[in-house]
Nanobody, 118 residues
Framework: QVQLVESGGGLVQPGGSLRLSCAAS????????MGWYRQAPGKERELVAS???????NYVDSVKGRFTISRDNAKNTVYLQMNSLKPEDTAVYYC????????????WGKGTLVTVSS
């Protein structure tokens, strides 16, 4: 059974930094694209950043220049380095991955809370 487990969330002051990690475990043939989504209170879930198996990245405009997504394929792990955090970045952050076990499907983590506040 495949699981995605996020870590690294917490409380940080505006202008601060956090690094989120998400590790995939289980019987995995291959991991294709991986990504980070977030959902703020009263808002819909949005894609923050994604990365292909080859390392190509994509970001939502609001985080460009502040967030960096990366992955370690040997560890089945994706990271999100978040710098210059703003109060509007406060949300639950979810990891997602397209994983092939026998066929490809999308898996989700349970989420980690990031709170940006003074």
């Amino acid at each position: 059974q495949v699981q995605l487990v996020e870590s690294g969330g917490g409380l940080v002051q505006p202008g601060g930094s956090l690094r989120l990690s998400c590790a995939a475990s289980g019987t995995i043939f291959r991991i294709n694209a991986m990504g980070w989504y977030r959902q703020a209170p009263g808002k819909e879930r949005e894609l923050v950043a994604s990365i292909t198996s080859g390392g190509s990245t994509n970001y939502v405009d609001s985080v460009k220049g502040r967030f960096t997504i990366s992955r370690d394929n040997a560890k089945n792990t994706v990271y999100l380095q978040m710098n210059s955090l703003k109060p509007e970045d406060t949300a639950v952050y979810y990891c997602s991955a397209r994983i092939i076990v026998d066929t490809e499907r999308i898996y989700w983590g349970k989420g980690t809370l990031v709170t940006v506040s003074s």
